[in-house]
């Protein structure tokens, strides 16, 4: 039996914005014998808006969390799909480029640290799927959730870029939708479960953004979700908090509880709603948690 044990870094929302997330999280692993280990010096990766505005300083950021996991000897584990994206991109761009790997840690030096550019990074989700198993996660559901009808909503960072990210095809994703299945649930199929959610630009077209939101909800409901499951904060932050902004854009009631995945997962292996946090969320899941 191989032992998953992981440098845990929930990024910045779930420390703060979407508490939640980071509580069922830690639960479930927990409950399912994952273990994580905190990691107090790590910083912020820089949300990709450090990317474009200096990326030898993001380079630097991204290697100093690489390397406080290389001191722990241990991959790193996210639970947010836009540090999952910026880190895989910044990893690649360093393993690819002698040049920029000796930048960063000439950077990193000052502080003591030096990445060897051969750290690896996972999301639940792909541990989930894939590390774990799907098999194995389906034989520790206690209570199925056979009655729920489960739009998945990857989002966009934990599909591209694909040669950063590596698992999923961008355009064909599977792992979210198994490991929906293997909860007992049915996943509903709907074209926006790979399109933004709008987040991108909540703070520069809000208008825009709001549409993009009411899109993607409207459309899962159209297509028979009960609920919505994403891997990503930030997508959660949108399609739950935006819902309401959404609704009167739209013209319409929507009215669709949004889970982040751990809670999901957290609900079939008989973690209850409060364990879950579910009383955080705008869009409440009273209606549909048995």
């Known amino acids: 039996m191989v032992n998953l044990k992981y440098a845990y870094y929930p990024g910045c929302a779930s420390k703060e914005i979407t508490k939640e997330a980071d509580k069922a999280t830690r639960l479930v692993c927990e409950a399912l014998g994952i273990e994580l280990v905190d990691m107090p010096k790590a910083n912020c990766c820089g949300a990709g808006l450090l990317t474009d505005y200096d990326y030898e300083l993001s380079l630097a950021l991204n290697a100093r969390i690489f390397a406080e996991a290389e001191t722990m000897s241990l991959d790193i584990l996210t639970i947010c799909s836009t540090c999952l994206m910026v880190m895989s991109s910044a990893n690649r761009d360093m393993k690819n480029s002698e040049s920029e790997l000796n930048l960063a840690n000439n950077a990193l030096s000052s502080a003591g640290l030096h990445y060897s550019g051969k750290g690896k990074l996972t999301h639940l989700l792909w541990v989930l799927a894939k590390d774990y198993g799907l098999e194995k996660l389906s034989k520790k559901v206690v209570k199925p959730l056979t009655w729920l009808k489960v739009a998945p909503f990857y989002g966009c960072h934990s599909l591209r870029p694909s040669d950063a990210l590596g698992m999923d095809d961008p355009q064909k994703p599977w792992t979210l939708d198994a490991v929906i299945k293997a909860l007992g649930a049915q996943p509903v199929e709907y074209k926006g479960k790979t399109k933004c959610c709008g987040f991108q630009i909540d703070l ?81 899941a009273e209606g549909i948690v048995r």
């Open 204 to 284: 520069v077209a809000e208008d825009t953004a709001v549409k993009m939101t009411g899109k993607r909800l409207i459309e899962a409901k159209t297509r028979g979700a009960d609920c919505l499951v994403t891997p990503c904060p930030f997508c959660h932050i949108n399609l739950d908090n935006y819902q309401g902004l959404a609704e009167k854009k739209a013209g319409q009631k929507i009215g669709l509880p949004v889970f982040h995945l751990a809670q999901l997962v957290g609900l079939a292996l008989g973690l209850s709603a409060e364990d879950m946090s579910l009383t955080r969320h705008l869009v409440s």
